[in-house]
């Protein structure tokens, strides 16, 4: 998109899981598609520039998923290594 | 015939999720120019069966039925703001305090739950055995 003196080019990620069935028998069928905003190019004078679009909200609930994931390993090895089920 | 009805207007409902959805339409105010940016998610499903009845102990055709249902999804989760000055390009993210915060709760939950349960079975194993 132009603005002003300057262009603006969105980057977007799309995941697509395309609707499909198996043939004969009962029919099921799933789709999903996702538009994930990566970046912006922005273009002025000649000169170009990428500016990231970062999801905040996105990673925070992954690293806050990945440190509940950590300390369940952590206390399995625990219970494996100091507990008398063994 | 009907579920291929259905796969094509899945199919042409799904395309919507595309850069146009993504990025909003730019607002200019004064001389800053405001694009929301969004992350755009479709999703659908179904499911259809057909069947025939056996009449007879199974020699003559009975009765024929068939059934289906299906569901969708769409979701737009705001992720930043552009802001687009004479000077410069910035981008603002948005955060989701309260998805961020009851993240925090389950996984707090789920600390407790399993440094409890680690907590009882190790001190068990310690604990001395009566006679």
Redesign the interface.
């Known amino acids: 998109?132009r603005?002003?003196d300057?262009e603006?080019v969105?980057l977007?990620e799309?995941e697509?899981r395309?609707?499909?069935?198996a043939r004969g028998?009962?029919?099921?069928?799933?789709?999903?598609?996702?538009?994930?905003?990566v970046a912006?190019i922005?273009r002025r004078g000649g000169k170009e520039?990428r500016?990231?679009?970062?999801?905040?909200?996105?990673q925070?609930?992954r690293g806050?998923?990945a440190?509940?994931a950590i300390?369940?390993i952590v206390?399995w090895i625990?219970?494996r290594r100091?507990?008398?089920?063994r | 015939m009907i579920d291929e009805q259905i796969l094509k207007a899945m199919t042409s409902i799904q395309e919507a999720a595309s850069v146009k959805q993504a990025f909003g339409e730019p607002r200019t105010v004064g001389d800053r120019t405001i694009i929301p940016v969004a992350a755009i998610s479709y999703g659908f499903g179904f499911g259809y069966g057909r069947g025939t009845e056996r009449g007879n102990g199974g020699t003559t055709p009975g009765r024929e039925g068939g059934g289906g249902g299906g569901g969708g999804q769409v979701r737009a989760r705001p992720v930043a703001v552009l802001e687009v000055t004479p000077e410069r390009l910035r981008v603002e993210p948005i955060v989701d305090a309260s998805r961020i915060a009851l993240a925090g709760i389950a996984l707090g939950a789920w600390s407790v739950f399993w440094v409890t349960a680690t907590v009882r079975k190790v001190a068990g194993r310690r604990a001395p055995v009566p006679r």
Do not use: C, K, Q
């Open positions: 998109m603005l002003g300057r603006v969105p977007v799309i697509v395309a609707p499909a069935r028998g009962p029919a099921l069928a799933l789709a999903y598609r996702r538009a994930m905003p912006v922005e520039r500016v990231v679009i970062p999801d905040a909200t996105g925070a609930v806050i998923v440190v509940g300390v369940w206390l625990v219970r100091w507990s008398n089920d």
